[in-house]
């Protein structure tokens, strides 16, 4: 058993002149936790022996960190990689011979306290000086300031005191200067910086590279960081983006008082998110949040021209025109409109997709191509998909209600 040195003061660092290191102050830092702009991999050792979770052996963690590391330096669309277990401190490392201090009637929690007690106050309690809580401490008047000073270190025993040489081995080592763990399992955090002009790029080639490594036996490797966040974004935009196509729905249902045809308008949503998507695929642009932002802004802009056109079709209706006629007068209406008007959003968006915006087009860019191939996509659906099924379902309808009205003059 290795008992590390410190400084357990509450609230200070570690003192440079005393034996310690960091290393006593163990952090419990969860695999969630994302920095702007950076993203973090944390690489989990366990280990399970019938039924419960063992300690990890810390050589394979920092293997395992090892082989990441030299990986993310080669990944594509990265700045630089780094590692918690990268920086070294040293420190006294105090082994405790089992069987010998068991020999003199003490244990290694008791050899630890006793170590401990000599080379840092202990903390017995608080005093009230005029209105004000200090901590009380009880320090060793000559504490051990070198190796040779802290094996001399006395260790009262059941038959004297023995120097602590005696019952352990007090050598030089180095360590990490922090210690991470989460649910009790040790862990490394790898941090890569992505390049700051297309962070999806960066998440999706380390992704890629993770998923690629073979790790040794009981290491496991996990993503957090800006990925993490990511993924959690584009569950809460794709959510987003249904309700909003309910509430359209909803809207349209009140305004054309029919359950059919707004379905029919929202034909154009799904047609408009693959022209979507083609045009990023072309452009070689990953999909991201602003992409998915983009989809969102979709459904409410590639619904409108479908709503223009079948609400003029519907009135022509209404004064006696046939299903064909109705459609073939209202389309010759609304086509230039409609190609006015997304035309001229395409224009708007044009600087915006050629990268034109500078440092921000990380996220501009893959926003104005989603909605450039959704405008393009959708506006087609609406000139040519939308009045073909318009004019099959209303068809029908029409059909029927003539065969009903001649039923009624024969009748």
Known sequence: MGAVLGDHRRGRRPDPGAVGHPEATRRAQGPGRAHRRVVGWWLRRQQRHRGRRQRADPSAARTAASQVLREMRTVDDTTGATSNLSSAEPYLAVRVDREKAAALGLTETQVGGIVAASVSPRDTGTVEIDDASLDVYIAAPSPPKTITALRALLVPTSTGPVPLSDVATVERAEGPTTVTTSDAVRTATITVTPDASN????????TTAVDQLDLPKGASASIGGVASSQTSAFSQLLLAALVAILIVYVVMVATFRSLLQPLLLLVSVPFAATGAILLQIASGIPLGVAS?????MLVGIVVTNAIVLIDLVNQYRRRGLRVREALVEGATRR????????????????PMAIGLTGKSGFISQPLALVVIGGLVSSTLLTLVVLPALYYVVERARERRADRRAAAAAAG
């Open 292 to 296: 998915l932002i983009g989809v969102l």
């Open 335 to 350: 086509l230039r409109p409609i190609l006015m008007t997304a035309l001229a959003t395409i224009f708007a968006l044009v």
């Open 199 to 206: 962070l999806g790029a960066a998440v999706q080639s380390v």
